[in-house]
């Protein structure tokens, strides 16, 4: 079955740091891969996405990630986190659902935590 | 100008009682999917629809009914709560059903079997 682990349940950074979260799926056919973000007291939104050409992909606020095909992974990075960056961080895989449809398998988050 | 909106926001109710949550996107989608968030933020999908027909359900007790009268509305209707049930709910929606689709999450309702 396909499988999403976020290694880091909890991180805590100073402002200025540099992030590296890490995300690996289990799944062995072409994937598009995600990283959502949610705010304290917010909903999940699209941070960025992967579904075929460069690995590395920008998203919005400064973060990025690279898909690595060989090590199933899809890290996420920021070269210098805010405290407005605070959040909870969802890696996720789209996955063959019944019926033929596809689904997205969320990992079980990270919770970053930034200090000023 | 809300995309996903979901009410009620929070729901606190009784064992057994019977609840619904409703869902509305006003972004044209095509599919339709409900989330359930537990206390650990474990995000896992319940069911999805796609032009009001059921696509995806993914063994979700049957207390658990989804309804989508139109393609802009899917809403969740659970018999007989149980202290289990309680998470937030999120609905979200997508352009369409592909893999590489961005889905747009609504606020969330956050429920509480007493």
């Known amino acids: 079955a396909q499988s999403v682990s976020q290694h880091n349940h909890h991180v805590i950074l100073s402002e200025a740091a540099s992030l590296e979260l890490g995300c690996n799926y289990s799944y062995g056919g072409t994937v598009n891969l995600f990283w959502y973000v949610q705010y304290p007291g917010q909903h999940l939104q699209l941070l960025l996405k992967y579904f075929s050409g460069d690995p590395l992909v920008k998203g919005i606020k400064g973060f990025e990630a690279e898909f690595i095909k060989s090590k199933f992974s899809f890290n996420l990075r920021k070269p210098s986190v805010q405290w407005s960056d605070t959040a909870e961080y969802f890696c996720a895989v789209n996955a063959w659902g019944s019926g033929g449809y596809n689904k997205l398998i969320f990992g079980a988050g990270t919770r970053l935590a930034v200090h000023p | 100008d809300t995309a996903v909106s979901q009410t009620p926001k929070y729901l606190v109710t009784q064992m057994g009682n019977d609840k619904s949550i409703k869902c509305e996107q006003n972004?044209?989608?095509?599919?339709m999917y409900w989330y359930k968030q537990d206390s650990k933020k474990f995000l896992k999908i319940m069911f999805s629809y796609n032009n009001k027909e059921l696509i995806i359900n993914e063994t979700v007790p049957n207390r658990f009914s989804p309804k989508s009268p139109d393609k802009a509305h899917l809403n969740l209707h659970i018999n007989s709560l149980e202290l289990g049930d309680s998470a937030v709910y999120f609905c979200a929606s997508s352009q369409a059903s592909g893999g590489s689709e961005t889905q747009y999450f609504g606020p969330g309702t956050r429920l509480l079997v007493l």
């Open positions: 972004l044209g989608h095509d599919t």
